[in-house]
Nanobody
């Protein structure tokens, strides 16, 4: 079992920066692939960025060059550095942990943190 707690959201002006953190409890954090998703009002949840257990990263086209995902396995934490924020980045951001083990896929979600980009 993994519990995820996001933090770092808030209100920021366009062009500003925020860093989201996702702290994980439980064991074997380093074996999980981690991801950040977001959901804007009246829209479906969408993938923002992922990082594998080996450290490979991938990003949605809309955030490439502006967002950076990273992980610190010693701290059981994954980060999302968001720069040059735009109003369309406004959403609830969710942390996800996933792992395939013994033929089953284990999938966990945090409660979300609100990011609002507005002047």
């Amino acid at each position: 079992q993994v519990q995820l707690v996001e933090s770092g959201g808030g209100l920021v002006q366009p062009g500003g920066s925020l860093r989201l953190s996702c702290a994980a409890s439980g064991s074997a954090f380093s074996l999980y692939g981690m991801g950040w998703y977001r959901q804007a009002p009246e829209k479906q949840r969408e993938l923002v960025a992922t990082i594998t257990s080996g450290g490979s990263t991938d990003y949605a086209d809309s955030v490439k060059g502006r967002f950076t995902i990273s992980r610190d396995n010693a701290k059981n934490t994954v980060y999302l550095q968001m720069n040059n924020l735009k109003p369309e980045d406004t959403a609830v951001y969710y942390c996800n942990a996933g792992r395939l083990r013994l033929g089953r896929y284990f999938d966990y979600w945090g409660q979300g943190t609100q990011v609002t980009v507005s002047s």
